[in-house]
């Protein structure tokens, strides 16, 4: 079964996953404060509309359509231009809002796919619907039915989530939501010779191969995201402080 | 005592199980998000139908059917031709109408059982039943009446459960779930040479010997899970962050 | 002191414990699932009927009649043979139940005791006495009341203890009950070489020396448990994930 | 996009941070007691006065004014003569009124923008905001409000959090407003042979590229903080208790 | 100032000590299930009587008197007779007895003194006073008095307390009665080479000097406690999984 | 700026803290049981008595004056005589009695302040403030409330604090009173060799420059705390559980 993707045009990652996102797909990326996920979903949203022609659609619920547009900007994005031109729009909004929006005939996120012919959502951050219910069921009910009424509405989403913890793993695990998504990347900060470097993996692709490399990236203000080589002769990159491997270490003493 | 096998079909697997899974047995199949727990389950229940004429049931607790359908179809199993030829059936309930289902005379599963002749079902996943009581005593209660319910029918079940650390064991420990199971495989991620790898094993097989081996495993749009070797010359696999055996290392590094 | 020893049987464990159980003792066996804590149960029950002619009482919380003697039958046991002379009985209660029946005249344990002259008693499993109360000192209380009451019938009892982490010891500690009891023996999985192996040790003896070793055993259908040799060349074993020792790694890469 | 950069003068720390803040941005400086957050603070905020002519704001929850005059004098910075001459003001207040001020016109700081034409603001710690509310999506927004009120007057802020570990990262996972601040920067305490030094790194900065280094730093009471190079031949610095790298290891021992 | 020491004839213990306990003192030792604690405590008992002439007082919360009997029988210590001559008396009681007993003039422990000239007391275990109070601070408050009343009835006291964690340091941490006993001695269990050992130490001897190291001992039916040589070669052994030191390993693989 | 030093007149201690305490400071000292940190404290007192003509209060919350009299003896200083010339007070209060002391003109503290002319304070241990109240932000509040307090007396005060945890850091991180005293130094327990060492380390000290060593320590009869060298080719001497260097080990098996 053939499907056409739909591309990050982020260099390297559309390879990462296979190509691109599946149609009609939500796209889960998570990471720590810093590591870009916002920029890497503006670039989702920015090279959707610019070089494929798919007007997308930013939800936000925290940070002001102003924030977005100024950090664009340092990457060259113009997305007050994009949204003069109707091609864009960010709406500030809340996670009850956005839940029963999507629940409802006509809502926000409905008229704009409707008028805009919006291919491309982001949703930044999907974290900030854990303040809907203390309840772990009903937390993923809610973010499932989200999950679902987006697909419905035939578009292709990118929803990011915040990590607690600065290296490694979160130690109380991550949350469900991981569970319900479609694919599941993670951006993670390594130390590695005394400097700190980040880490991307695409850890689940649903109905779909995708590589498993965890690679190093850089983010630009030229290109924003850029995915480098993955890394060589490290063990444990996933833990955040990783050792050299034993094999590395005596090849580069005693041999190179 | 030798007994006929309920074969997955699935390549390497029914060896590591001793032959394949006891007749009327409970099987617990867990992992993280991404590890391919459904599409074990699917393979598993397409098998059997397709291999042995063994008609299967889906329960599913959140995924509707048309999930399934979609996620079968990109391994090439069709299964809407195997629900319309009466052989497949996906139900989506909740684990409370399961519950009482199965208290009940005449329930759905029963019903299918004998309009059917269901021989393998799929619960997916167990984990929902978390939902029902707070009370782990209780809980376990439910998860051991429902699983002796669905041996009463006369069926071999697959249960998957989800598991909440993407590497090695969940801090909170496993649920007791895994006490009352007749078998316990464990699919975990694991980062060796800056990617990621998938490791399966057997963990408890009751009544039966089975393979040790925690062996590599890849899921593709050809043959769904395809068991590899062992891995070698890692220690701490489980872990998820193995490191290189230094025997290993010294060899590599010294002597090929 | 020179005491006759209740011998359980089995390959190599009457060693470790300097030649088998004291009489009328409360011995504690704890293992995650899969490990065997049942199987060794009732292999120490079967091999005092038809060994030593000691008539066993099996008490179960959860587990059907039915399952023991399909389980033993794996085995080559035959329970429903021994159960059909008189030599052995298997009761499913509850904690509640065996609770005040060992506290008034005339229990159910009292009257197989008299009236069969049980000598043995397994308690699969003593974990299922949590749920009597949530408060550690009257659980401890009563499972110290329970135990004695076992010794006042002169019987001699083992009782399986179910471990909630898969690896290494649970991180919220060991219960109290192994403060109390007589003899505290743990199996644990231990990963080598990239497979599942299983370490028996005895960490408690009252009373008595007693084997340190931490040794390897398999169970087959053949013999039940089996007791191989003790670990070499690993440090950190009841971890879980032990490591190769160096002085063996350098042995083995630059020696060997 | 080329902005002026709002420098803290501080040897190294602009180079890290590609020339200084970004103006009107909110920057978090983390640490743990002892590591100088405090000193880093007075002096972005002294070398903003003496070297550009740009008032300064402390603002403080728990210390009086006497005792950062005091602190500051240590390093030869003479606070009480530049509050004399207006260019500094230190203000002892609580979160409560602080929140409050900004939301309202004319409030305190307000005043001070308005009235000393202040450009640099030190809010020392942002820690006490956490007695505001048991909620975390509710001090969240109330940070958020905070960190944006301050940027609406137009000023460049420094806030310092308290780390409650000493060493490596707090097992609860740091706060969230690590996301909504514009760069992040952290200070720890790194063992290595047998003496404590100190690390700094950038971890986050919005909108600009900044050093991935962890480099050494000491303060001294001729210049205050004081960046040295990055360490080297070290593994797992941010876990405090770093070790030192095998080919460093091999280097020095062997080759050296 | 030179003081006699309450010796407890516990081969290389005393020695540990720095000759013995201290007159009128409150010595702490803890340990895991079967690492010896009330065998010390009975070896400290019963050699004070036959050596010292010391007569002795055990206070127990759990075991019955003929527990102790039959226990100390093992070592080839008459209990029984020593309790016939009036120069021992084992008292089960509680620890809200004991505590009320204390407080009040002419208690049970008081009359014990003045009647049989107890010079000795073992409390088996402090553990139990947990359950007298959820409060940590009145927890402390009540263990500091009858720490306190005893020194007043002119005895030296061994307390034994119970740990959580069979390796290593109970994660919670150990509870406050270390800070306020006069001495503090630690048994752990030591995985080394595929075995068992234990070891123990003298973490605290207030008013005196002792020994540092860590020691092997066992306990044999002989002699009770045996103190053996420290162990050599092993970094971490309070961890309770040590590994071999470098050093060491270099040694025996290239040297020996 | 030069100021005159509180001097502890301990071996290689004032060397650490740049020539001693700095005057009207409050300096915490935190420990496991047994470390010392009340010695510590007393040998502050006394020698700011005998040497320096300071007198000396100390105020304890649990142990009584005759306590301490007892201990001070065992290093042959004589407090009773001190107390009797005037120059030493040992007042045994509550937590309460002493905060509500210091805010109230005429209480205890300043009555001994104005009429012994105090200039030394050894508050042991301000950890028993934390049953002041359940409330972090409130605890801090009372805890620097007192410190100030003290300040404004004129006098130098030394704060013992109880570390929870035996080895290393305790689990819960350590309170916030290390953010509000003027320098923070830490007594740990360290395994080398098999044997237990002492460590100490001053982590900060505002306002001054100090040293970043790790030293050993010794307490002995004759002088009390003796400071020894620095720890020497070990790593992760904070954690408690310190492994050798790799360049030590080479260098002890190869080439010494």
Same mark, same amino acid.
């Given at each position: 079964?053939?499907?056409?993707?739909?591309?990050?045009?982020?260099?390297?990652?559309?390879?990462?996953?296979?190509?691109?996102?599946?149609?009609?797909?939500?796209?889960?990326?998570?990471?720590?404060?810093?590591?870009?996920?916002?920029?890497?979903?503006?670039?989702?949203?920015?090279?959707?509309?610019?070089?494929?022609?798919?007007?997308?659609?930013?939800?936000?619920?925290?940070?002001?359509?102003?924030?977005?547009?100024?950090?664009?900007?340092?990457?060259?994005?113009?997305?007050?231009?994009?949204?003069?031109?109707?091609?864009?729009?960010?709406?500030?909004?809340?996670?009850?809002?956005?839940?029963?929006?999507?629940?409802?005939?006509?809502?926000?996120?409905?008229?704009?796919?409707?008028?805009?012919?919006?291919?491309?959502?982001?949703?930044?951050?999907?974290?900030?619907?854990? !303040?809907?219910?203390?309840?772990?069921?009903?937390? !993923?009910?809610?973010?499932?039915?989200?999950?679902?009424?987006?697909?419905?509405?035939?578009?292709?989403?990118?929803?990011?989530?915040?990590?607690?913890?600065?290296?490694?793993?979160?130690?109380?695990?991550?949350?469900?939501?991981?569970?319900?998504?479609?694919?599941?990347?993670?951006?993670?900060?390594?130390?590695?010779?005394?400097?700190?470097?980040?880490?991307?993996?695409?850890?689940?692709?649903?109905?779909?191969?995708?590589?498993?490399?965890?690679?190093?990236?850089?983010?630009?203000?030229?290109?924003?995201?850029?995915?480098?080589?993955?890394?060589?002769?490290?063990?444990?990159?996933?833990?955040?402080?990783? !050792? !050299?491997?034993?094999?590395?270490?005596?090849?580069?003493?005693?041999?190179?």
């Amino acid at each position: 079964m053939i499907m056409n993707r739909v591309k990050t045009d982020i260099q390297g990652f559309d390879d990462m996953l296979g190509g691109g996102f599946l149609p009609q797909t939500a796209n889960l990326v998570e990471g720590a404060p810093g590591t870009g996920k916002t920029t890497l979903g503006m670039q989702f949203i920015y090279n959707g509309i610019v070089k494929y022609n798919e007007p997308g659609l930013i939800i936000t619920f925290e940070e002001f359509p102003q924030q977005y547009y100024h950090d664009a900007a340092s990457f060259g994005w113009d997305f007050a231009k994009l949204e003069a031109e109707g091609k864009l729009k960010v709406i500030m909004t809340s996670p009850e809002v956005s839940k029963a929006d999507l629940e409802n005939v006509g809502g926000i996120i409905e008229t704009q796919v409707a008028q805009m012919g919006v291919r491309r959502i982001l949703v930044d951050s999907i974290t900030h619907f854990d !303040r809907l219910t203390q309840n772990p069921t009903e937390l !993923r009910r809610i973010e499932y039915g989200f999950i679902n009424a987006l697909k419905r509405e035939g578009v292709t989403s990118l929803l990011t989530k915040e990590s607690s913890a600065l290296l490694g793993e979160a130690p109380e695990g991550d949350s469900e939501i991981a569970f319900v998504v479609d694919s599941y990347s993670i951006l993670r900060y390594v130390e590695i010779d005394s400097a700190i470097s980040k880490a991307i993996l695409v850890l689940k692709m649903r109905g779909s191969d995708h590589a498993k490399d965890i690679r190093q990236y850089e983010i630009d203000s030229q290109t924003g995201f850029q995915l480098k080589s993955k890394f060589e002769g490290q063990e444990g990159i996933l833990s955040g402080n990783p !050792r !050299r491997s034993m094999v590395d270490a005596f090849d580069e003493a005693f041999i190179k």
